[in-house]
C-alpha cells in the first residue's frame, strides 16, 4: 500500500502519523491486505435478503421518554467541563 | 486446601455449609493476588475495598438462607465491561481514567446474585489482538510459563482463572478472544450464541461479533456463569427473547449416540502436529464412549480469515468513531481547532494495532474497494453460515483445535500483525456464524503446555456442549499451573 492510500485512510480515521509511523504503517498495512486480497480469488456475491437468518433480532423499543443519566456524573468523565463539554472555538 | 483451587459448585457447598465464610474465600484471593499478579500481570485494577464491601453483603444473604448460585463467589471481569463507579479501561490509554457512570447488564446480573468482584483483567488494547500484549497497562504472562503469552483478547481473565486468582472470570469474544485464551492457559471458556448474553455495557469493538461469556475451571462452572448472565435485555435489540435453560441440564447425560463433525480442514496444514494429535486423541475418545465420528469438510475456511478481519475491523472503524477525546477519554493537550483535538486525542489515546484496525475498517468500506473487500466479505459469511448449516443437518457438535499452536513466547509474532491475524483461523468461523463453542483442555506439549480443543454447537444450544465438554473434562488427568 503505498504511503498516499495510508495517508487518506489515516485521515478518514482522524489519525496523526509521523512520516517514519507512515512508512511503518504503509508496510504493515501490505501484508495485511495480501492476506485480505485472498477473498478475490473465490467468485461470489453477498444477497441482502439472506442476511442474519439467523441471528435474533428482538425488534426496536417503544420510544417513550425516561430518565437520562445525571449531567454531573456524566460530566466527571470529561477532561475539560464547566457544566458542560467544553470544544475549541469553532466560530469566529 | 488451598481454597482457591476449588471449583464453584464447590464453593457454594463450603459456604453454605458454613465451613468457610465469603470473607475468608475474598481474603484468600487477594492475598494470592497479592503474592502472585505482580508476576503474571492479569489485573490491571484490583477492586479490594469492593471486594470486602461485597463479600460481607454476600455473607448475610447466605446467613438468611437466601444464596443463589453465585453469591460469595469471587469473580474477575474483563476490563472491556463496565463497571458502574470502577474504572474500564479497554486496556487502552484512550480510556486510562474512564470510569462509567452505569453497569453493562451483565454485571447488574451478578451483582443481583452478591457475587464478589475482585477486579478488572487485563486483555489486549479494545480487545483487539491474540496475546494480550498490545495492553496498554498489563501485558499478562502465561501462568504455565511466564516467558510465553496468555493469548487474548481475554487473556488477563484466562491467566487469572489458570492461576487461581478468581474463582472464574468474564470474558469477551469477537474472533476468539475467550476460546484462544482458555486454551493457551489451560482452563475453559465459553462463548455463548450471539444474542444469548447482553452486551450492553460491553465496550463495542465489532458490534455483530461481540459475545461475552465465561472463563472458569471446568465447563460445569461456566454454565453456572452462563446461567446467571444470560437473557434478554431491554437494552440491547440483539439479545434474544427467549428463554433461557437450565445450562447444567445435560451434564452426566451419555454422550453415547453423538455425532460429532471433524471437518478436515481445522485439521491440516498450519496446525502444529502435538496439538492435531492431542484433538485426534480426544475425538478417539468420543468415539470410545459410543459417539460417532461424521468426516466432514468446510470448504470457505481458507477465507475466514480475511471474511473476518474485514468486517470486524470495518465495524470497529465505526465504533471507534466515538472517542473524540471531549465527551469521555484521552484528550490532549495540544489543538486549536476543533478537528486538530479530535485527532491529537485519538493519535495519543490509541495503540498501534488499534490504529491498524481503523485503517484497514476505512480501506475496506471506502469508495472504490467496498464491493471487492467489505461485500465480498459479507457475502463470505453468507457462505460460512451455509456450511455450517450443512454440517449441522448430519451431526450434534464439531470439534476443532482451538487454536494452530500452544501458547508462544511474549516476544514471538507480536511485530508481524498479519501472521497474528493468521494464527485466528480456527477460531473467527464461530464468530462470524454466530454461533456458541467451548474451548477445554485435551492435552500438552512436550514442554507441558496446554492444548485446548473447541466444541462447536448449534444456535442456542450450549447445553450439548457443555454436556460434551464436561463428559471430556470428567476423565481427563489436568496438569496445574506452578506459579
Redesign the interface.
Known amino acids: 500500500m503505498d504511503l498516499e492510500m495510508v495517508r487518506y485512510l489515516s485521515k478518514l480515521g482522524k489519525l496523526n502519523f509521523t512520516d517514519d509511523e507512515l512508512k511503518k504503517a504503509a508496510d504493515d498495512m501490505t501484508s495485511i491486505i495480501e492476506i485480505m486480497d485472498t477473498i478475490k480469488e473465490i467468485d461470489i456475491v453477498y444477497e441482502p435478503i439472506k442476511d442474519n437468518h439467523n441471528v435474533y433480532l428482538s425488534g426496536l423499543r417503544k420510544d417513550e421518554p425516561m430518565d437520562s443519566f445525571p449531567t454531573e456524573k456524566i460530566l466527571k468523565n470529561a477532561v475539560n467541563s464547566e457544566n458542560c463539554f467544553v470544544v475549541p472555538k469553532v466560530v469566529e | 486446601m488451598d481454597i482457591t483451587s476449588l471449583k464453584i459448585r464447590d464453593m457454594r457447598t463450603m459456604l453454605d455449609k458454613k465451613e468457610i465464610s465469603a470473607k475468608e474465600l475474598t481474603d484468600a484471593y487477594l492475598a494470592r493476588i497479592n503474592d502472585i499478579d505482580g508476576k503474571l500481570e492479569s489485573y490491571i485494577t484490583v477492586t479490594a475495598d469492593v471486594a470486602h464491601a461485597a463479600a460481607e453483603k454476600a455473607q448475610k444473604v447466605i446467613d438468611s438462607g437466601e444464596a443463589s448460585a453465585l453469591t460469595g463467589i469471587p469473580l474477575a471481569v474483563k476490563d472491556n465491561i463496565c463497571t458502574d463507579g470502577i474504572k474500564t479501561t479497554c486496556a487502552s490509554k484512550m480510556l486510562e481514567?474512564?470510569?462509567p457512570?452505569?453497569n453493562a447488564t451483565v454485571m447488574e446480573k451478578l451483582n443481583a446474585q452478591d457475587i464478589v468482584m475482585l477486579g478488572k483483567t487485563s486483555m489486549d488494547e479494545f480487545a483487539m489482538g491474540g496475546s494480550t500484549q498490545t495492553s496498554a497497562f498489563k501485558k499478562t504472562k502465561n501462568p504455565y510459563d511466564l516467558g510465553r503469552v496468555p493469548g487474548g483478547s481475554s487473556g488477563g481473565s484466562a491467566a487469572a482463572v489458570g492461576a487461581s486468582l478468581c474463582a472464574a472470570a468474564l470474558g469477551s469474544d469477537t474472533g476468539g478472544s475467550i476460546r484462544q485464551p482458555s486454551s493457551f492457559c489451560g482452563v475453559t471458556g465459553l462463548k455463548p450464541t450471539?444474542?444469548r448474553v447482553s452486551r450492553y455495557g460491553l465496550v463495542a469493538f465489532a458490534s455483530?461479533l461481540d459475545q461475552i461469556g465465561s472463563i472458569a475451571k471446568d465447563a460445569h462452572d461456566c454454565a453456572v456463569i452462563l446461567n446467571a448472565v444470560s437473557g434478554?435485555d431491554?437494552h440491547?435489540?440483539?439479545?434474544?427473547?427467549?428463554d433461557v435453560p437450565d445450562f447444567t441440564a445435560k451434564i452426566g447425560q451419555s454422550i453415547s449416540g453423538m455425532k460429532i463433525a471433524v471437518p478436515k480442514e481445522f485439521y491440516a496444514e498450519g496446525i502444529d502436529t502435538d496439538v492435531r494429535e492431542a484433538v485426534m486423541k480426544a475425538a478417539k475418545w468420543y468415539e470410545s464412549q459410543g459417539a460417532v465420528l461424521v468426516d466432514c469438510s468446510m470448504p470457505?475456511l481458507?477465507?475466514a480469515?480475511?471474511?473476518y478481519?474485514?468486517i470486524a475491523s470495518a465495524e470497529a472503524?465505526s465504533n471507534l468513531?466515538r472517542y473524540d477525546?471531549?465527551?469521555?477519554?484521552h484528550?490532549s493537550e495540544k489543538?486549536?481547532?476543533?478537528?486538530?483535538?479530535?485527532?491529537?486525542s485519538?493519535?495519543e489515546g490509541?495503540g498501534d494495532e488499534v490504529?491498524?484496525r481503523?485503517?484497514?475498517g476505512?480501506?475496506?468500506l471506502?469508495s472504490g474497494y467496498y464491493d471487492?473487500?467489505y461485500?465480498?466479505?459479507?457475502?463470505?459469511?453468507?457462505?460460512i453460515?451455509e456450511e455450517y448449516?450443512s454440517i449441522f443437518n448430519n451431526c450434534d457438535i464439531i470439534l476443532t483445535p482451538t487454536a494452530p499452536t500452544v501458547a508462544y513466547g511474549v516476544n514471538e509474532n507480536i511485530s508481524?500483525?498479519?501472521k497474528m491475524?493468521?494464527a485466528d483461523i480456527c477460531t473467527v468461523t464461530v464468530n462470524i456464524?454466530?454461533l456458541p463453542a467451548i474451548s477445554t483442555p485435551c492435552g500438552y506439549d512436550k514442554k507441558g503446555m496446554p492444548i485446548g480443543m473447541s466444541i462447536i454447537g448449534k444456535?442456542w444450544d450450549e447445553a450439548t456442549i457443555i454436556q460434551a465438554a464436561d463428559a471430556y473434562e470428567k476423565q481427563f488427568e489436568r496438569v496445574p499451573a506452578v506459579i
Open positions: 481514567d474512564f470510569v457512570p452505569y450471539y444474542g455483530s434478554y431491554y440491547d435489540g440483539t439479545s434474544a427473547k427467549k470457505s481458507k477465507y480469515v480475511a471474511a478481519y474485514l472503524s468513531s477525546g471531549i465527551k469521555y477519554g484528550r489543538g486549536d481547532s476543533y478537528n486538530d483535538l479530535i485527532c491529537n485519538r493519535s490509541f490504529k491498524r481503523i485503517l484497514l476505512n480501506y475496506a471506502s471487492a473487500y461485500g465480498k466479505a459479507m457475502a463470505l459469511k453468507q457462505r453460515r448449516d508481524d500483525p498479519a491475524y493468521q456464524a454466530s444456535h
